[in-house]
């Protein structure tokens, strides 16, 4: 490329340059100074105003080297504008052309996109670049709302219709304003009117625009509407106010097709809960008020003492009392600002020493003295003993490995000690708790969390450790979620999960493998049912 004279910021640049950016080839440094407008295809001078054309193409080749090119030429003004006609619409845009010498750019480009409108060739990229500048507008107005409505009353249908579908991929209440057209004379404007509802997120008030689509007299208009309500209850919508409709569009359905998919709008629509968020609060175990809490004052080393603020019951008690009897976890609204004043208090029997007290005064079952013996039986050729079946591991609710025969095995001892192996980050170390992430030498990982409960009144610590296996994302999650939301962290994501439990207790340790129940508190060690294979 020879040098062009008289710029000093472009005059290096010839009429043409090609270069092949697979090899190492680059465009000269001044090509960098050029400004980019249409998207970076038109460029200009910033002293002189020249303009460029810049052209850049990669192909892809599995079976040789891939090509990528790239080229910039000076262009007229005359071709410039026709270049940018062509391009989105956009304030560079129209910013440009007034320079080239249109009076009025923006309108010069929105006349050429209305007339490509009207034409079927055409008309599909019109919709896409005019549906993007008018839900670009960054003013305070908002998106262009008359512009798009300009679009969806269009006199022919084909440029109704694509104008809902590209609507669909755009999030906001635009998707909305075009349910209106679920009343226009064209079935396949009806169906793209029915189909948008699939792109939106988070509102339902086109609801009332669906329901009208229920009763359309073709088919595939009727079976989309019933989808669409369908997903928002399945997205955990509140569309209820759709169930009268669609239990009259059951009776009346004579397409099995749409029969199938207003079922699945209704079970979806009765199986709909209020969605709710999980908050632990401290309750009185005696009357249930949760103005209650620790106080610190009166507290002391490893005793705290809680008070109810309704009843006034109140006294000092140790960590398994207070994070079993007085804490608690609710399910509140997920917009509620305030907690119940009451919930339910506990329950006779339930508290911790009295359940642990229960569980071992529960009589062992003895053979009676004067029971007949059975008959020993004859001597016969002991069958063969037949293998313990390796338990099934309950698929996790994200991506995990199995582990090897060691550490995720049948026999919990063997699966102890090789997760045992390596201890990779201890995140919590106090006296009685602790939750450590080790490793077996397969490399899957385990969330170890150690308790000891201790027995003030009879003795006999319980030593508990659980080993939850854990994917990598949640490891990461696990290392940042500190001290106070561990324990509720792991359990979410212990549940339906196969663990490993062992615990001791005034006896030899003993290991076993859990399928599911996962618990940070004393009921998984001494299960009622047993330990769990």
């Known amino acids: 490329m020879g040098r062009m004279s008289g710029c000093a910021t472009c005059g290096e640049l010839g009429e043409r340059a ?6 190492g080839e680059a465009l000269p440094a ?18 002189c105003g020249a303009w460029f054309l810049y052209k850049y193409e990669y192909e892809y080749n599995a079976l040789g080297p891939s090509s990528e090119d790239a080229s910039l030429r000076r262009i007229e003004p005359d071709r410039v504008k026709e270049v940018l006609l062509g391009s989105p619409p956009s304030d560079a845009v129209f910013q440009a052309l007034g320079q080239l010498g249109s009076s009025d750019g923006e309108a010069a480009l929105m006349t050429r996109l209305r007339a490509e409108l009207e034409k ?22 908002g998106p262009d709302v008359a512009a798009i409505e300009r679009l969806l009353r269009h006199a022919r249908a084909e440029v109704r219709k694509d104008t809902l579908y590209l609507l669909q991929a755009h999030r906001g209440s635009l998707v909305f304003r075009a349910a209106a057209a679920s009343t226009d004379p064209n079935p396949s404007v009806r169906l793209a009117a029915a189909t948008a509802a699939f792109g939106a997120s988070d509102e339902v008030s086109l609801v009332p625009a669906i329901i009208a689509c229920l009763e359309d007299s073709v088919d595939v208009v009727r079976s989309n509407a019933a989808w669409a309500l369908a997903v928002f209850a399945e997205r955990n919508e509140d569309v209820t106010a759709a169930l009268p409709a669609l239990e009259v569009r059951l009776a009346e ?21 209020p969605p709710t968020r999980r908050v632990h609060v401290w309750r009185c175990p005696k009357c249930g008020s949760t103005d209650a809490g620790p106080d610190e004052s009166r507290s002391a080393y490893e005793f705290t003492f809680m008070q109810c603020n309704g ?4 006294g000092l008690v140790d960590s398994w009392e207070r994070d079993s009897d007085w804490s608690l976890a609710i399910d509140i609204p997920i ?22 007290q229960a569980a071992k005064a529960k009589p062992k079952t003895k053979a009676s003295a004067t029971a007949t013996p059975a008959p020993k039986p004859a001597a016969t050729t002991p069958p063969a003993p037949i293998a313990t079946p390796t338990p099934p591991v309950t698929g996790p609710p994200t991506a995990l490995a199995v582990g090897c025969e060691r550490c995720f095995g049948a026999d919990a001892r063997i699966a102890w000690e090789a997760i045992n192996a390596s201890t990779e980050a201890s995140l919590i170390s106090d006296l009685h708790f602790a939750v450590d ?20 009144r009879e003795g006999g610590d319980d030593l508990t450790w659980l080993a939850l296996p854990i994917s990598s ?12 939301s561990v324990a509720s962290v792991l359990t979410e994501i212990g549940v339906d999960r196969r663990f490993l439990v062992r615990n001791q207790t005034d006896g030899p340790v003993d290991a076993w493998w859990r399928s599911n129940g996962f618990s940070i508190d004393p009921t998984v060690p001494s299960d009622p049912a047993g330990p769990a294979t």
């Open 311 to 314: 009843c006034k019951t109140g």
């Open 253 to 273: 359905e004579s397409s099995a097709k749409v029969r199938t998919t207003v079922e699945r709008a209704v079970d979806a629509i009765l199986a709909w809960t």
């Open 473 to 484: 994302d949640e490891h990461a999650r696990v290392a940042r979620c500190g001290k106070r």
């Open 437 to 456: 992430i080790m490793a077996c030498a397969c490399g899957q990982r385990f969330a170890v969390v150690f308790t000891e409960r201790v027995n003030y």
């Open 18 to 23: 090609d270069v092949d950016l697979a090899a």
């Open 30 to 47: 001044a090509a960098s100074k050029l400004e980019p407008i249409a998207g970076g295809d038109v460029r200009r001078c910033p002293t």
């Open 120 to 141: 079927p060739r055409t008309s599909y990229e019109a919709i896409r670049k005019l549906v993007g500048l008018h839900l670009g507008k960054s003013d305070v107005a």
């Open 335 to 356: 917009n509620a600002t305030d907690v119940p004043a009451y919930v339910a208090p506990l329950a006779p029997g339930d508290g911790f020493y009295e359940s642990m």
